[in-house]
């Protein structure tokens, strides 16, 4: 009986009531206040622009070859030694005209190389031959080797301007890879880096490279940039860490080049002195933070 009067008590109740019910909880729920109207989203400044600019690590290759060390003599001598001892001999009859002086010169050379590959004691058969035919044969080489200017004396291996420590000089330090340094003021100080520039609006970095380096130490170099991409890259720290403001990074691409002809003749407004430094050399002169950005770009010879 219960359950069959709720039931009609509840087919009779109009839907009016039923909708005034549900819209009433429907107000209720969209008049609750939400999260982002009590709090505001909070705006933060966008960091600036980073500064960038393009560097040119100019570069005169070695012009001396290196003097070997003593691991590498010991072992080309190894190997001389090695090729001698299986080569076939030397047709001497068919290059040389028996007699000649060619042939009497080669001979000579060639105890040269033996002995210096096998030992002073090398071939001892040599000390039976008379004193007049060793002269005779060493007067022979002497005359032909004056006929074809082999006694002139060779170049040094170390220049004036090692000795005189001229670091202007593109002479200097010939078995050695060098660097164009410059020297300007920043932030009231003197530091030494290298030729550097801005860019400028749709220029290419390597394209701002080149016309930074003709901007700073002149046009009279012959200079070649080897690519269009960077080789390296510096972040400057910034000067004031202390203040919240956000600071524009300065950011520096490494670009390589080679010189080939010229000499560089800084602008005096800017720079005030210019080295051709060894990377040994540069580390002496560059800030701390400066040098360990750029010295794993240098070549150690």
């Known amino acids: 009986m219960l359950s069959r009067n709720v039931l009609t008590s509840s087919r009779r109740r109009p839907h009016g009531a039923v909708q005034t019910f549900l819209r009433s909880l429907a107000t209720e729920v969209s008049s609750e206040p939400s999260s982002s109207a009590l709090a505001p989203p909070i705006r933060t400044k966008r960091a600036p622009r980073a500064h960038i600019t393009a560097a040119v690590i100019l570069n005169r290759g070695p012009v001396v070859t290196r003097t070997p060390s003593l691991f590498e003599r010991a072992y080309y001598a190894y190997q001389a030694r090695i090729r001698r001892a299986l080569h076939n001999p030397f047709p001497l009859d068919f290059y040389f005209k028996q007699g000649s002086l060619l042939e009497t010169q080669f001979s000579l050379e060639e105890k040269k190389r033996e002995r210096r590959a096998f030992g002073p004691k090398f071939a001892e058969e040599d000390q039976f031959v008379s004193k007049e035919k060793a002269a005779a044969d060493k007067a022979a080489a002497d005359q032909l080797a004056l006929q074809e200017g082999e006694s002139e004396d060779l170049m040094p291996r170390v220049h004036e301007a090692d000795a005189s ?136 010879y």
Request: neutral net charge; glycine residues 8%; proline residues 5%.
């Open 165 to 300: 420590r001229d670091y202007k000089s593109l002479d200097r330090k010939g078995k050695r890879n060098i660097y164009l340094l410059l020297q300007t003021t920043e932030g009231g100080k003197d530091i030494w880096r290298f030729p550097q520039g801005g860019v400028e609006k749709g220029e290419l970095l390597h394209q701002a490279a080149q016309r930074d380096l003709h901007a700073e130490c002149g046009e009279n170099m012959d200079t070649w940039i080897v690519s269009r991409n960077p080789i390296g890259v510096y972040k400057e720290a910034p000067l004031d860490t202390a203040s919240p403001e956000p600071k524009a990074e300065k950011i520096t691409f490494f670009f390589k080049g080679h010189i080939i002809a010229g000499q560089a003749k800084p602008n005096p407004k800017a720079i005030s002195d210019f080295a051709w430094l060894t990377k040994q050399e540069i580390e002496t002169r560059v800030e701390k933070l400066y040098w360990e950005g750029i010295k794993d770009i240098l070549s150690d």
